[in-house]
């Protein structure tokens, strides 16, 4: 059995990062989990990540989460190439008419989480509502295709 060194020099040295590989575990964990989307467009500082109910039933997916004080119209839902990315604004302003108020309150928040689905589903026909602070999305499972063989000639 025969072994072969490499010389040292300080061109080879330089190139070497001793993170590298943690980087690089950290980007296949990422990817496994799902999480490889949080990106600082969607998500910062201020950004809340709301906990996540994800069923699947016979036909459905079906998920769930909590977004409360928020209306409607300030929730986005994306679902493309197996995925989901919720993202919703709530701003709220309690105003006291009266001169010489003692307190005003201005809430804004946030809230962005984007996850896999165990399951293709057909996105077209996907559906949602929303009621009382509750968002509940359903999502029909995609038909499987049968495999098709092909012959070598």
Known sequence: MKFGLTPWSPSTASRWD????MRQMQERLNRLFGDSE???DMMDIDTLSPLVDIKEEDN????TTDLPG??????DID???NRVWIKANMHKESEDQKEGYLMRERTYSRFARAFNLPSMVNEDA???????GVL????PKAEIEEKHRIMIE
């Open 136 to 139: 509940t999305i359903t999502m």
């Open 70 to 75: 928020v209306s409607k119209d300030d929730v």
């Open 79 to 81: 679902i493309s190439n």
């Open 38 to 40: 949080r990106s600082s």
């Open 60 to 63: 459905n997916i079906i998920v």
């Open 126 to 132: 996907a559906c949602a509502k929303l009621e009382n």
């Open 18 to 21: 001793p993170f590298d590989d």
